[in-house]
């Protein structure tokens, strides 16, 4: 029975670790996927399936990068608008 214990307090921290690390890489990987379905818009086909391919595999952008995605991120949602539309859509979207 001691040995049960001891072998659940031991174990239990790790199990605990394992779990919030699949839970953070899990978030930064939907922020990459949703950057690069960002990016992607207006692609299709062969050239979008190619482009989110190496996208996806890309590594993690650096934090003097991040800014620098964000904001091709926020351009390619924001084609289509114009004038007034288009700056508070950018200033929403650059501050989230």
């Known amino acids: ?3 049960l214990i001891a072998t659940c307090v031991l174990l239990c921290p790790l199990v605990a670790t394992g779990a919030f690390a699949q839970t953070a890489s899990g978030n930064s990987q939907q922020s990459k996927m ?3 379905n960002a990016q992607a818009a207006g692609k299709t086909g062969d050239e979008r399936k190619s482009f989110m391919k190496e996208c996806l595999s ?3 952008a650096t934090a003097g990068n991040s ?3 964000k904001m ?3 351009n390619a ?3 289509g608008k114009k ?3 288009r700056k508070a859509f950018m200033k929403e979207c650059l501050s989230a």
Do not use: F
């Open 77 to 79: 949602q924001a084609s």
């Open 34 to 36: 949703k950057t690069c």
């Open 1 to 3: 029975m001691k040995t």
């Open 58 to 60: 890309a590594k993690p």
């Open 72 to 74: 091709k991120a926020c």
């Open 83 to 85: 004038g007034d539309e």
């Open 67 to 69: 800014q620098q995605q």
